[in-house]
């Protein structure tokens, strides 16, 4: 069940943060850069998951600022989030290993401070702006972090347990 209040969003950001972040702890670097059949190795989800926190954070501060909030990202549509991600792998393609656990603790912290600084009303009061739809800035903030974290984790496990 989705958050419904900042106490329960920073809560399940951070447990499903400290989820994956020990597993990630048992990931080697060779591991982490295989690439599985759809061409997409760990490394590649961990920088995904850091990048869908900056995606997120971008929306909701553009829209705040009167801004165009391009969802996912401007160019695309929802239904092409294959062809974003395929083009987000290249773009992240000489990120290491170290540098995409890095950057996702660096996203993890910064989408922390966000809900901390949030008051619970700007959370779950009304619509994010610029979104067009109903979702409230905590649903996303929760489709962006807690959500992401849990399926990274589910992904990386898989590859664990197929590579052993």
Not at 32 to 58: M, P, Q, Y
Not at 72 to 86: F, I, M, V
Not at 109 to 114: D, G, P
Not at 116 to 140: C, D, I, Q, V
């Amino acid at each position: 069940m989705a958050a419904q209040n900042k106490e329960e969003l920073l809560d399940v950001s951070k447990r499903e943060f400290e989820k994956l972040k020990k597993l990630i702890s048992t990931v080697n670097s060779p591991s982490a850069l295989i690439k599985d059949d759809e061409d997409t190795s760990i490394k590649d989800v961990v920088a995904h998951r850091a990048h869908w926190i900056d995606l997120f954070l971008g929306w909701y501060f553009d829209g705040l600022a009167g801004k165009p909030v391009f969802f996912p990202a401007e160019g695309y549509k929802w239904n092409e989030l294959k062809r974003y991600n395929a083009n987000l792998r290249a773009q992240q393609t000489d990120l290491g290993w170290d540098e995409a656990v890095e950057m996702l603790q660096e996203c993890y912290v910064r989408l922390i401070r966000f809900i901390e600084s949030s008051t619970n009303e700007e959370l779950y009061g009304s619509p994010m702006k610029g979104a067009n739809n109903n979702w409230k800035p905590g649903r996303w903030a929760e489709a962006a972090g807690p959500s992401h974290f849990r399926s990274a984790a589910k992904y990386i496990r898989s590859r664990l347990k197929s590579a052993s």
